[in-house]
């Protein structure tokens, strides 16, 4: 996204496998998602960037091990998702229902 002078967004429309192909992380429709928000895409899943911001309130960077980003990497292509998404669904399982307080 490129930023005006006066600080306004301006927005290119480009698809995503034009954004894929050249490496970018965001693409842009032009179009609302369906919640509203005119707001980038992400490129490896196909969220809206502001969709995602307000849903993922915790930002947890870590340094995977490469032999397991590797699988993880491996096993999101197969299933069809992300890397962040696979995680979030292993901690989801693995920790099983929210427990009362
Ligand atoms: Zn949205």
Known sequence: MRRRRDGVSEQRVIDRDGARRLGLTYYFTGKPC?????????VSFGGCVECNRIHHSGVIPVFLPRELHAR????????GTSVPFLVIRI???TLGPPEDR
Request: hydrophobic share 35%; net charge positive.
């Open 72 to 79: 993880l990497r491996l096993r999101a292509d197969r299933e």
């Open 34 to 42: 369906k919640h509203g928000h005119l707001a980038e895409r992400f």
């Open 91 to 93: 901690l989801k399982d």
